[in-house]
């Protein structure tokens, strides 16, 4: 509870501020997070009643926006109930002649409470439980929650204290009119980069009435970049609260001298496509992606890169559809094409960056920052050669491989190297991570549109009046200014941050390049594009069970459990694999030896299911003619379903001929049903490492912990997963929204 209360205790002033004066803030962190914010209006009114002077004891107030994440933050058990009992009593006492209207009413559930104090006392519940999470939906309908445990004993009338939040649909014009009624809105922005989310605060910015009390909680001053401007215009006060290291020494690898011509001929390619091909805007996105893509990537063979391959079937279906419009990509394509040959740009800049990974200096470990999981893999290998060791080693030897996305410093740095410029979300991570050495490698280019943000950050930070921060980041953009591509007759670029097209600067909505394909965007500004029918796990009931589900299926504010090596993979189906060549190799033995025998006597003797289905009847076996064909499907191993009762398992042997002791068969079966049993119990702690690694509270010993109760496979594969919250999942153009 201490570190939980250092955490939101961050908020109390700004809270006091916006409150007195009726007022908006936007409280920029200095680049850290605070994991357990959605607790706030809990807190306020289960730990810290009457700590805001001007906040009933009773508050209404409102969370914006409100994600399954969220969900299991607040009912995760947390309040002690006796000390609830206390504070509230405490509360009101201290509050006195000065209370509120509504401070000495009772919560419906307190007097219910204090008759069975002695049976509650000790109980350690969730917030949600004293408080219930209610829903306003886009048609401005509110969706009563459920309080478990101390909701079954409150009273039937009486002040049901509640938190409200918007629903899944985000908020809307119609919703403001119950939003804004609250007390106190407090706005959760941390980390946000997806389209739909920004929109609806930019929605709730723009509506809500201007007396309304709003705190906006930003993690860095870039989270503040597609809202800053609406909250200004309302009269928001910026406040920026921490520290930075009192000194950042950046050095700079140049590289790509080429890429301020480079850049002119794809911008000459592109020039006018918007007007002269509208119907392919989304091609041109891609085509803007796949440009920066080859030139920032360190691969053997750029013509293997997922941008270029989205890009290059995006087009060869526009070249069916609108062939004269397509043609006008031509150049674009083989500019790309041309790219992807340059094998010196890529050998030199993977060059540099094994060079500045070597070199850096500091004893501690050094964090490097790349543009995708895949780059992550290919940077890991070429260092592990380079210094002769095993890949697993990298990590003893203090050298961190990351990509930009689901990641968030959860450790201290001695050095962070970025490995190219890849949006704000680079300078969020190099910043985070409290480094007191950072290194670029970086063109002409990637300079300039860094210099350009960090621009803006200034900006952020004067309006704030946060000195000490703003001078270091002058002085980051002061080195970086040696490096910017130098402009003149024949490179006139623009230096609006619209020139980015890479890393989490976005470049209007992305459109799947199929009908069968869906893109899932995160809330960190990261997406991927899979099949409609592809399945993920998805963390539901509060993060305690992992759900599979088809993309098609996904909802706003799903936390889906995502492989960094390769988000087409089922974690699910990674764990059990592991699982099964560790702890639980025993028992994966025997289902594969019953596996195999089954599969032995059936290419044997050529049984039909229906055949087989009359025996089991025979031997008094209610099952289906499916369930039957499940038993003997012999395509894999991991295929086949097996009878998971006892009397069925033998039947089931003695139909098919199986003549072996029935210990023996006792012996499979009993195996058998305890890899079942525990698959379901380690999955579910699993999932729960899973999220406490989301939420940073994952450390050293239960990671060892885990290798050695799980094994060292189980251990990477939790270390390899991050947990992403959906933002949206986007159609094929005429499909009905996923959300709706």
């Known amino acids: 509870m201490g570190e939980l209360d250092a955490q939101l205790n961050t908020l109390v002033d700004p809270l006091q501020r916006v409150l007195h004066e009726r007022s908006c803030c936007l409280l920029m962190l200095a680049w850290k997070r605070i994991p357990h914010l959605p607790l706030i209006p809990f807190h306020l009114q289960l730990r810290w009643p009457g700590r805001l002077e001007e906040l009933s004891l009773n508050p209404r107030i409102a969370l914006i926006p409100f994600f399954e994440s969220d969900n299991s933050i607040v009912s995760t058990p947390t ?39 002695e049976r509650f006392q000790t109980l350690v519940l969730p917030g949600s439980s004293f408080v219930a999470v209610d829903q306003v939906n886009p048609d401005d309908v509110i969706v009563p929650g459920h309080r478990s445990v101390i909701g079954r004993i409150a009273a039937r009338t009486g002040l049901r204290p509640s938190v409200l939040v918007a629903s899944k649909r985000g908020v809307t014009a119609k919703s403001i009119k119950t939003i804004e009624q609250q007390d106190l809105i407090v706005v959760n922005a941390q980390g946000l980069r997806g389209w739909r989310t920004i929109t609806s605060i930019q929605t709730l910015l723009r509506f809500c009435r201007d007396k309304t009390p709003i705190l906006i909680v930003v993690s860095s001053p870039s989270d503040a970049f597609q809202f800053a401007s609406h909250a200004i215009e309302r009269g928001a006060k910026l406040q920026f609260e921490g520290k930075l290291p009192s000194e950042v020494r950046l050095s700079v690898s140049s590289v790509g001298a080429d890429r301020p011509s480079v850049e002119r001929e794809f911008e000459f390619c592109v020039a006018d496509l918007d007007d002269r091909a509208p119907g392919l805007r989304n091609v041109l996105r891609l085509a803007k992606s796949a440009w920066w893509a080859v030139r920032q990537a360190t691969h053997r063979d750029n013509t293997e890169l997922k941008e270029i391959r989205r890009f290059a079937v995006a087009l060869d279906r526009a070249s069916v559809e609108k062939p004269v419009e397509a043609g006008l990509f031509n150049a674009v394509r083989e500019l790309l094409t041309r790219e992807a040959k340059n094998v010196q740009q890529r050998s030199t800049r993977a060059r540099a960056l094994l060079d500045a990974t070597i070199a850096m200096p500091g004893k501690g470990p050094t964090l490097v920052v790349v543009r995708d999981d895949s780059e992550v893999n290919e940077l890991r290998s070429r260092i592990a050669v380079e210094l002769g060791i095993d890949i697993d080693s990298l990590e003893e030897l203090g050298v961190y491989v990351t990509s930009i996305y689901g990641y968030w410093p959860d450790r201290a740095f001695d050095g962070v190297i970025a490995a190219g410029y890849f949006g704000t979300a680079t300078l969020d991570i190099i910043l985070g991570c409290r480094a007191p050495a950072v290194r670029f490698v970086v063109d002409p280019i990637e300079a300039r549109i860094a210099w350009y943000h960090l621009q803006h950050i200034a900006e952020l930070l004067k309006l704030a009046g946060a000195s000490g921060p703003l001078e270091i980041i002058e002085s980051i953009a002061k080195e970086l200014s040696g490096y910017i591509a130098t402009f003149g007759s024949l490179v006139e670029l623009s230096l609006a941050p619209s020139v980015f097209r890479g890393g989490d600067e976005t470049m209007g909505r992305a459109v799947p390049t199929s009908a069968s394909e869906v893109i899932v965007a995160f809330i960190d500004g990261s997406s991927i594009e899979v099949n409609r029918h592809t399945r993920f796990d998805v963390m539901r ?54 596996l195999g025998i089954v599969s032995a006597i059936c290419a044997e003797k050529h049984q039909s299911p229906q055949a087989i289905l009359r025996l089991m009847e025979e ?49 499979l079966y009993g195996g058998i049903q305890g890899l079942r049993v525990n698959h379901r119990k380690f999955g579910r702690e699993l999932a729960r490492a899973v999220r406490a690694a989301h939420l940073g509270r994952l450390d050293a010993p239960t990671l060892r912990k885990i290798e050695r109760d799980w094994g060292l496979d189980t251990r990477q ?24």
């Open 541 to 594: 009931l509060a993060g305690k069970k992992l759900k599979n589900l088809q993309a098609i299926e996904l909802e706003p504010g799903d936390q889906v459990v995502v492989l960094r090596e390769d988000s087409r993979i089922l974690f699910s189906e990674k764990l059990l694999a592991a699982l099964d060549k560790g702890p639980l190799a025993a028992l994966a033995g025997k289902r594969a030896t019953w």
């Open 717 to 740: 594969l939790v270390e390899g997963a991050r947990v992403a919250v959906v933002d949206e999942v986007i159609l094929p153009e005429g499909a009905e929204d996923a959300a709706q």
């Open 79 to 117: 309040y002690r109930v006796g000390d609830v009992i206390a504070a509230r009593k405490a509360a009101r006492a201290q509050r006195g002649t000065l209370a509120l209207t509504s401070d000495f009413v009772l919560q419906d559930w307190e007097s219910k409470v204090e008759k069975r104090l």
């Open 619 to 667: 031997k008094g076996q209610s099952v289906d003619l499916a369930t039957i064909r499940s038993w003997l499907r012999r395509d894999s191993i991991d295929d086949p379903s097996i009878p998971d009762r006892l009397d069925c398992f033998m039947a089931f042997s003695s139909v098919l001929g199986i003549a072996l002791p029935k210990e023996t068969l006792f012996d």
